[in-house]
């Protein structure tokens, strides 16, 4: 790893005002990709700037009518936060996946989230719940859907200098399941990820790991939105068309036909068992 | 970038001069010769390298020294009392969970967090613990095994002080 | 069963407190003032010429003491054959092959200086499988291969890429065939796998300006080490000195030689500085070695009975880019061909060639492994086409007493019961009977099981020493070389020495970790046979201790020795205990009331030589084995047709060991071998792409954590005593890895009809086999 500037900004603006000096420069939250990438020398930074001590907010909150979750809580604080187990099960469950515990208590939501990587596991989750993110460039706040934060591998709507604050989450009564299927069974990357998302008969349908982004698909959603009833050969008709809009790569973890084949049946199994029917 | 920083580890300040680029695990073992914690990838993956970070297990090759100051830590140095064994090391030579010796400073670094939030964790609950705990020895099998007398014995010591 | 006081029990392991204290040391803890830090350059393409090396911006640099390269240290190394450079020389054959080593005051200086450093190539043709390397107009990896020198027992071939060639001939082949009732014919594949010790390799050497050479070093084998540096770089024994902490794994990686190489070429351009070289992770996949990847052809001839009459098998080892250590496995691979089985003709023909792929090398198992991938499974698809129980069909043609191995070796009662290992398997999986209804209906469940058989594999003058000291207080410090690499040696061996002293273990202490200055003289700790001939090693030393102090017993006490016996506290005149003498009056020389003193300070010397013969060149026949492990794995095993996920629900491994000397250790080896048997069958794989490594990491070279145990694993102990093993017991260490691939692969088939012949066995493959069949 090459030497760089450790910075420790005390607010936000600092931090921005930061990173916005350099070319180079990186935020550093966790760090569980951030020094992994240094280490191969990947990245090359000039300058580090510590999120951990800018007053980014950290904790979960319950609010009324919303949870947030800090940019900054761990996917530990997320995996055993007992609201989160209650409302939002799938993300909870998504989180205590990803990685190992060791990882997991310092890797952080928004970490996961910034470094944009098409497998990310608490992408599905909040896509599919809603969720909406606050965006904070140290003067200015701003919020966007989750389904449209994510650009391309590696790449955010974030503009220069712009953070991840807060995770905004609507309380609802909708249920959701996440699904992950690695090589071994934990402390994995996931070849195929997916949540699927019920609430009053509306499904939200999100796939990870099978394009460059996580992908919610509407025209899924749609057809079993729009059926009066569901059966076993709606779904079967669903999860093709998931299939067919999905476009998954080849790589370490698992051939393109795979992922399609995975997809097929576990998004088929999903919305079997939020719609109650036998797959 | 160098700087002057204190590590409070195992309950003793250390003023140590670090290098931006140095992981905790680096200072640990190369400027305050606590080489109990091993580096066996250095990029997260194995967990040979775990310390107790502010309460929790983490890797210390993932986290920066500059980061650390500040925050308290514990080694398997820091668990060992000073005339005997703490119960969990006991119970790993007792029940065989030590082959090549590589990865349990980390196991039981693991161990020892796991069994203060969960006096009595299952099966299920130990494998998910460890699981990033990479052992290519023993199978896992009497590790498990060890925590679980570990546990039997720690309540026991915890019902006699009571 | 006899009565022990020390053997069968589980004795808590010597070396227990170092390592869960934090105390024990490995390579990486060690710190010398004034030290330096290697980092080593690697070739970033698999095979090409090398046209020129600039070192000078390197050599610049502030705090780079020395560099180095082929130009200036161009030794070659090898166990068995010399043929791979200290730094790749005139042209690089695999990516990550060292090309260059600086040493640095810092870390983080001998990583700068390395990128400074400015290498020139020119491709070459891709040598990229074994398809490639028999090629008849194949691009030769080695085209000086008959310059090199090699042990008489190999056999490479002139002016092709096959550095080995095994044959193997028994009886008439060809009558065989002809008699056959039914012939079976089929292919088998595996890759290469790496043996990811959790400690990366790491070596620190100092090389003084009176040429002495001092290496500390992460090996398993400390004096193959020494001898193999001072025959690389030009030193007399006495020269070199090799120091060995504990190991952090080994598995066959720290075997023969390996990184040491790099740090001593550095250590001679910066005379009088300790140079320390410690591997990365992925360093530890690119620059150790490797198991070698194999295609096997297996023709079986039955008899319409079910006996098998003939077998030919063809066995191609990728040894990849330097074959040194590997050649061996062919061999090893290639005298064991057909596995635990009675067959009266047999055509084997085992190759190794090279590759530009990781350098093969040992890994537990050694052949073995790769073997019985093949043989077992081509024993399941003969028995399911001739509707016959697989299990059964074992029974009826594994070794029995009276059976004669494919070396023409005779089985006797002493060499181990197959098929007690068979039995106690097919009763712990409840065999014949169908597996418990799976929840869903496309989740099918099966059982599958497959026999082993290895021989420590080692030239027939592999010898060991050991030596027994006594202490004033008739204590006693117990010296050998074997190494304690995780399998519990100190232990086992301490045991085996306080059994023969009649002592309990408790007045014991081993001085385990050797240093060639000082330590016996020990060949390897490899191939599970430290144990075994450490242990009689020992047991002779110990027997010599005895003599010599009934030697001087035999003078105070005015009888003969013959008429002496000695137990842990005293010797004594056999009939008369009371006419004694306490072992602290004695140990250090016996004094008379006078005052003079006869004898001295006891130290019994051992040594132990398996009694084994070279083996014939044409047709492999002889004496190879110097005692045979026997044993029987099997799996029950779901399948989720429609997804290919494999789930592991019950492991059994019944191995017939001998004398269990300590049983928890020995479960450890059990239970530690069948769960990298699993990562091996089910997960493990080195991927090329052009020729390069595409997964040198833990992201996506995956091995089993504790969450993917099965749902059952289980051991079962057989014992019949070898009759050449200490106390009856014999080798355990690799075998428990050896056949769990075919045992899951034989119960995949048996829950869905497919079978697979490609390790390893990925929920992907499964899938994909699934839909083929359809
Ligand atoms: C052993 C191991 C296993 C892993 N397994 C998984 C897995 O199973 N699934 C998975 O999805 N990931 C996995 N990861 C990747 C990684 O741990 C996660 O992505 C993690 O959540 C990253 O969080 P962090 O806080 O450590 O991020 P950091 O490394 O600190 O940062 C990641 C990137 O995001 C930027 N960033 C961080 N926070 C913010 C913010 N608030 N605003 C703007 N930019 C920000 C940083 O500049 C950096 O570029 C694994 C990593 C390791 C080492
Ligand atoms: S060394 Fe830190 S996790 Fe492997
Ligand atoms: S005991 Fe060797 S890695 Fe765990």
Redesign the pocket.
């Known amino acids: 790893m090459e030497n760089f500037e450790f910075i420790s900004p005390i607010t936000i603006k600092g931090a921005v005002s930061q990173y916005k000096k350099g070319a180079n420069n990186?935020?550093?939250?966790?760090?569980?990709?951030?020094?992994?990438?240094m280490r191969e020398g990947i990245?090359v930074p000039e300058k580090i700037?510590d999120?951990k001590t800018a007053g980014?907010p950290s904790g979960i909150k319950k609010l009324k009518t919303e949870i947030r979750i800090g940019?900054?809580a761990?996917?530990s604080e997320i995996e055993h936060s007992s609201f989160i187990r209650k409302e939002i099960p799938f993300l909870a469950e998504a989180a205590g996946?990803?990685?190992?515990p060791?990882?997991?208590n310092?890797?952080?939501?928004?970490?996961?989230?910034?470094?944009?990587?098409p497998?990310?596991?608490?992408?599905t989750p909040l896509i599919a719940v809603g969720a909406k993110f606050i965006?904070s460039d140290g003067k200015k706040e701003r919020r966007v859907k989750a389904e449209e934060f994510f650009k391309g591998v590696?790449q955010?709507v974030?503009k220069k200098g712009?953070?991840?604050?807060e995770i905004v989450i609507p309380r609802s009564a909708g249920k959701g399941i996440f699904y992950?299927k690695?090589r071994i069974k934990l402390?994995?990357?996931?070849t195929v990820?997916m949540t699927v998302y019920r609430e009053k008969k509306k499904y939200r349908i999100v796939i990870g790991a099978c394009h460059i982004t996580p992908l919610r698909i509407r025209a899924a959603e749609e057809k079993l939105n729009k059926a009066k009833k569901i059966d076993l050969a709606l779904i079967n008709e669903t999860a093709e068309i998931v299939v067919k809009t999905i476009k998954p790569i080849s790589d370490m973890r698992g051939s393109a036909e795979y992922r399609k084949q995975l997809v097929e049946t576990h998004v088929a199994r999903l919305i079997g068992e939020l719609a109650g029917v036998e797959v | 970038m160098s700087k002057d920083i204190t590590l409070n580890v195992n309950g003793i300040d250390h003023h140590v001069n670090i290098q931006g680029n140095e992981t905790l695990l680096k200072v640990l073992r190369d400027k305050l010769g606590l080489t109990a914690a091993k580096e066996g990838c250095g990029?997260?993956?194995c967990g040979a390298c775990a310390v107790i970070y502010n309460g929790s297990p983490a890797?210390s090759c993932?986290i920066l020294a500059v980061e650390a100051e500040g925050v308290e830590i514990l080694t398997l140095e820091g668990i060992t009392p000073k005339d005997h064994l703490h119960p969990i090391q006991q119970a790993f030579i007792d029940k065989g969970a030590v082959q090549c010796g590589f990865c349990t400073p980390g196991m039981i670094i693991t161990t020892y967090s796991l069994l203060k939030s969960n006096p009595d964790p299952s099966e299920d609950e130990i494998k998910k613990a460890i699981s990033?705990n990479l052992c290519r020895c023993t199978g896992y099998v009497q590790i498990i095994e060890a925590i679980r007398e570990a546990a039997r014995r720690l309540k026991r010591v915890k019902g006699r002080r009571k | 069963m006899k009565n022990f006081i020390n053997l069968g029990r589980d004795v808590n392991r010597l070396d227990g407190y170092d390592k869960v204290s934090g105390n024990a040391k490995y390579i990486a803890d060690y710190e010398f003032p004034g030290m330096l830090y290697a980092k080593v350059l690697r070739s970033p393409h698999p095979h090409a010429e090398i046209i020129s090396i600039n070192t000078s911006a390197a050599e610049k640099m502030e705090g780079v003491i020395a560099v180095t390269h082929s130009g200036k240290c161009s030794h070659k190394m090898g166990l068995y054959l010399v043929d791979r450079p200290v730094f790749a020389t005139g042209k690089v054959r695999f990516k990550g092959e060292p090309v260059a080593a600086v040493a640095a005051l810092t870390e983080d200086i001998a990583a700068a200086a390395i990128k400074k450093i400015k290498v020139k190539y020119k491709m070459l043709p891709l040598v990229d499988n074994i398809e490639d390397a028999l090629d008849k107009n194949a691009t030769l990896v080695h085209p000086d291969l008959m310059k090199y020198s090699y042990l008489p027992i190999y056999y490479p071939k002139k002016g092709t890429n096959i550095f080995n060639h095994f044959p193997l001939r028994k009886g008439d082949i060809k009558k065989g065939f002809k008699q056959s009732y039914k012939i079976y014919e089929n292919e088998f594949t595996l890759p290469q796998i790496q043996h990811v010790p959790m400690e990366p390799h790491g070596a620190i050497a100092k090389w003084d300006r009176n040429d002495k050479l001092t290496v500390y070093s992460s090996v398993q084998s400390p004096f193959t080490l020494r001898n193999l540096l001072r025959l690389a770089f030009g030193l007399s024994h006495k020269d070199v000195r090799v120091i060995a902490p504990y190991v952090g794994g080994g598995f066959g990686g720290k075997a023969g030689i390996n990184m040491e190489p790099l740090a001593v070429a550095l250590a001679k351009e910066a005379k009088g500085k300790w140079i320390k070289l410690i591997f990365s992770r992925e360093e530890v996949f690119l620059g150790t070695t490797v198991r070698q990847a194999m295609r096997a052809r297996v023709k079986t001839g039955i008899a319409k009975n079910g006996r098998i009459i003939a077998e030919e098998i063809e066995m191609i080892f990728d040894g990849g880019a330097y074959a040194e250590y590997g050649t061996n496995v062919v061999r090893a691979a290639g005298y064991t061909c057909i596995g635990p089985y009675d067959i009266k003709n047999v055509k084997g023909d085992t190759y190794g060639v090279y590759t530009n792929h990781l350098v093969g090398g040992a890994f537990r198992g050694f052949g073995h492994g790769e073997l019985h991938w093949a043989v077992e499974s081509q024993m399941d698809i003969i028995a399911n086409d001739l509707k016959m129980d697989p299990a059964e069909f074992r029974r009826l043609n594994v070794l029995k007493p009276g059976s004669i191995n494919s070396m023409g070796e005779k089985i006797t009662k002493h060499t181990g019961d197959m098929v007690a290992c068979i039995d106690a398997v097919a009763k712990d999986l409840k065999w014949g009977k169908p597996s418990k209804k799976p929840a869903k209906p496309y989740i099918k469940r099966g059982k599958g099981l497959a026999v082993l058989e290895k021989a420590p594999a080692m030239p027939a003058n592999a010898t060991s020493c050991a030596r027994v000291k006594f202490n004033e207080d008739a204590t006693v410090i117990v010296q050998f070389s074997g190494m304690e690499i995780g399998q519990g040696c100190i232990t086992a061996l301490t045991q085996i020495a306080a059994e023969r002293l009649k002592m309990d273990v408790s007045k014991l202490h081993a001085a385990g970790l050797p240093d060639t200055d000082f330590s016996p003289y020990e060949w390897q700790t490899v191939a599970s046979r430290i144990t075994w001939a450490v242990g009689n090693a020992i047991i002779n030393a110990v027997d010599d201790a005895h003599e010599k102090i009934k030697k001087v017993a035999s003078k105070v006490l005015k009888v003969k020795a013959s008429q002496l016996d000695i137990d842990g506290e005293k010797v004594f005149v056999i009939g008369n205990k009371g006419k004694s003498i306490a072992l602290p009056l004695i140990i250090m020389g016996y004094q008379y009331p006078d005052g003079h003193t006869i004898g001295g300070p006891v130290e019994g010397v051992g040594t132990f030589t398996p009694h084994l013969t070279n083996l014939d060149a044409k047709t492999g026949q002889g004496h190879a084995a110097a005692e045979w492990t026997f044993g029987c794995e099997g799996a029950e095993i779901e399948v989720d047709t429609r997804t290919g996920e494999l789930k592991i629900l019950n492991l059994v491994g019944a191995f017939d060991l001998g004398t269990v000397i300590n049983p928890s250790t020995a479960r450890g080896q059990i239970i530690g071998g069948m769960i990298q048997g699993l990562g091996s069958a089910v997960l493990e794989e080195l991927k090329y792409k052009d020729g390069k490594i595409a997964n040198p990491s833990?992201?996506d070279y995956k091995i089993p954590t504790a969450a993917d145990l099965p749902d059952k694993i289980k051991h079962i102990f057989i014992q019949t005593p070898d009759d050449g093993g200490p106390f009856g017991a014999r080798a355990i260490g690799e075998h428990p890895m050896i056949s769990i691939p075919p045992a899951i692969a034989n119960a995949i088939y048996d829950a869905t009809g497919v079978r697979i012949k490609a390790l390893p066995l990925t929920d992907e493959k499964i899938l994909s086999s699934l839909k083929e069949k359809k």
């Open positions: 990186y935020y550093l939250a966790g760090g569980t990709d951030l020094i992994v990438l990245l700037i999120l980014l940019a900054l761990t996917l996946k990803l990685g190992s060791l990882t997991r310092r890797a952080t939501i928004g970490g996961n989230l910034c470094n944009a990587s497998a990310a596991d608490t992408a965006l590696k955010t974030l712009e953070l991840l604050k992950k690695s402390v994995d990357l996931a990820n | 990029a997260g993956e890797s993932l990033g | 833990f992201v």
